[in-house]
């Protein structure tokens, strides 16, 4: 069965500072991993994904992620946060070499941004 | 593109009254979805359909039917609400062709069931 962990409830971190989001996960196939952020009172919007290729992924915003396979994570980062970054963020996981298993959520980082 | 729309954006429920929490796309996806989200749960996958007629349980299906007549619309039904279904539901949809395709989600359904 797949799984995601986000180890952390709460993230805090200065404007202008370098922020991770940590993000764990088990599935049994090839995993392919997706970024989403919330902003308050609205739906969850994509941000980048790691099919396969570069362990780096860039996405949207300026975020990038790190796929580590030997430790299985993939740890959004971003070398400057803004206020405005402040959000829900979830990890997801799907089985890629299994088309009828859906995305796994984790539960949810909420990142503050302090100025 | 509208994208993915969700109707009503509010709504209180009496125990025991049924309701449909309408989602639509207009993006041709054939994937469509049904979530809800709990604090620090995350989102749980209620009910999915890959296709128009074609629909499947997800994580968790009790107390919720969905129907997919057509592509764009993926209703969801509480058959007869409780208490515990008060939460924010997400419809979602994707392409299906490939299996690494993200998702768009709709902007959520606030449910309480008093």
């Known amino acids: ?14 404007e202008g500072n370098p922020l991770t989001v940590k993000c764990t996960y088990s599935v049994s196939g090839n995993p392919y991993l997706f970024w989403y952020v919330q902003y308050p009172n609205r739906g969850l919007q994509f941000l980048l994904k790691y099919i396969t290729g570069d362990n780096l992924v860039k996405g949207s915003y300026g975020f990038e992620a790190e796929f580590n396979k030997s430790q299985t994570s993939f740890h959004l980062k971003k070398p400057s946060a803004l206020v405005s970054d402040s959000a829900l963020y979830f990890c997801a996981v799907r089985d890629g070499d299994n088309y009828g298993q859906n995305f796994v959520f984790g539960p949810g980082t909420r990142l503050s941004v302090l100025p | 593109n509208a994208g993915v729309t969700q109707t009503p954006k509010f709504q209180v429920l009496k125990t025991g009254q049924s309701m449909t929490l ?27 359909s890959v296709g128009a007629g074609i629909t499947d349980q997800g994580e968790v299906p009790n107390g919720y039917n969905v129907s997919r007549s057509t592509t764009e619309d993926f209703p969801l039904r509480l058959l007869s609400a409780a208490p515990s279904q008060t939460s924010v539901y997400f419809c979602a949809s994707s392409y299906s062709g490939t299996i690494n395709n993200e998702q768009f989600f709709g902007p959520g359904t606030r449910l309480t069931v008093l």
């Open chain 1, 1 to 14: 069965a797949q799984s995601v962990a986000q180890p952390e409830d709460q993230v805090n971190v200065a």
């Open chain 2, 22 to 48: 309408q989602c639509a796309q207009d993006m041709n996806h054939e994937y469509m979805s049904w979530y809800r989200q709990d604090p620090g749960m995350g989102l749980r996958l209620i009910h999915y």
